[in-house]
């Protein structure tokens, strides 16, 4: 017993010691200390309660959670609710809630067609690709029952996807199925990083962020782009050909199109407009899909609309992108919301 008790103090001490060193050492820029947890397919999702918190310097942001892993905007069953899909951008990483383009957005709503006539449902998570979105709607989406479905396109989702492998795609016989094993550990990681200890902890902060979490960190995919003035997130690190990158993103579509058929939803696709910052030499999956993404999504029925040049030409010479991470800024998120509404409107009117 007393060599048992030896054993706890000396872990503690252990901890304390590692605790403090962490403190002084290490200075996090751009950290997601919001409480985490993770599907059994292997992604990550938002909590589905509490608060969590981001720090970037020496500013700090609170972000509230609820039910179905929706940041800041709880389910209103009196609405048109449109649940809203993305990464990291969509998220509003590092901006207060009513900075957001969300948030603008659903002021945009409220005061042309009527407050809380529709509403904007949050589940975005940063690091997130097309093949969360779609897993997404298979695990919780029947729970939300949207009206639309609604996807902000970024500049990674499809290199994310084809990394993070949940579905398998064989473009030579056509078949597109479900590749993901039950995470083991899922319970375990939600514990470790579901909880006020971790919140409160550089330690475990660190860990989270640096080492067993850093594949799937939504950090580690923003790429520094020496050949370009702008860094947006991109996959040059994949070998890819691109007749598959096209064929994967698009059997993806289809799928979460017919879920959204099957659950009477509406499905609408919009670019978040950093696509038109790609360095001149970026091969990319995401790129390269979206090359020929508007003819896919007319020939499939499906809403879309890129963004990308009207908003290269609303923030040409002006700072739209945080400091470090490059994330958009209040700037970019107000562009955005201000060049998407106008499509967006006339989408939800023809319903």
């Not at 396109?153 to 016989?173: C, E, H, P, V, W």
Request: aromatic residues 14%; hydrophobic residues 40%.
């Amino acid at each position: 017993m007393k060599n048992f008790f030896l054993l706890l103090l000396s872990i503690s001490i252990g901890l304390g010691v590692g605790e403090g060193i962490i403190r002084f050492w290490w200075q996090p820029n751009g950290v997601n200390i919001s409480r985490t947890e993770f599907s059994e397919r292997g992604y990550l999702l938002n909590p589905s309660q509490g608060k969590g918190l981001q720090k970037l310097g020496k500013t700090t942001i609170t972000c509230h959670y609820y039910w179905q892993h929706l940041r800041d905007t709880p389910l209103n069953k009196q609405a048109k609710n449109i649940l809203v899909l993305g990464d990291s951008f969509t998220f509003g990483w590092m901006l207060p809630w009513e900075k957001t383009y969300l948030y603008q957005l659903q002021t945009f709503s409220d005061k042309q067609l009527g407050k809380d006539y529709y509403r904007n449902i949050n589940a975005d998570v940063g690091g997130w690709g097309e093949a969360e979105f779609l897993a997404y709607l298979q695990e919780n989406g029947g729970k939300i029952s949207p009206q639309y479905v609604l996807i902000f396109l970024n500049t990674d989702d499809i290199g994310r996807a084809m990394k993070q492998d949940i579905y398998r795609f064989d473009s030579k016989f056509l078949l597109f199925t479900p590749n993901f094993l039950p995470l083991k550990m899922a319970g375990l990681r939600t514990f470790l990083f579901n909880n006020w200890l971790y919140e409160h902890s550089s330690l475990l902060q660190f860990i989270r962020n640096n080492l067993s979490l850093s594949h799937i960190n939504q950090e580690q995919s923003i790429k520094a782009n020496t050949s370009n003035k702008y860094t947006i997130p991109i996959s040059t690190d994949l070998e890819f050909e691109d007749a598959y990158a096209i064929a994967y993103a698009q059997a993806l579509f289809i799928a979460i199109d017919e879920w959204c058929k099957q659950h009477q939803a509406k499905l609408l696709v919009i670019t978040t407009g950093f696509n038109a910052f790609y360095p001149a030499d970026a091969h990319d999956p995401t790129r390269v899909f979206l090359s020929s993404a508007e003819g896919f999504f007319v020939k499939n029925g499906i809403a879309y609309h890129d963004i990308s040049a009207d908003f290269q030409k609303s923030v040409e010479g002006k700072v739209f992108q945080l400091p470090v991470d490059k994330h958009p800024n209040e700037l970019g998120a107000k562009v955005i919301a201000e060049l998407s509404w106008p499509w967006l409107k006339a989408q939800m009117k023809r319903s």
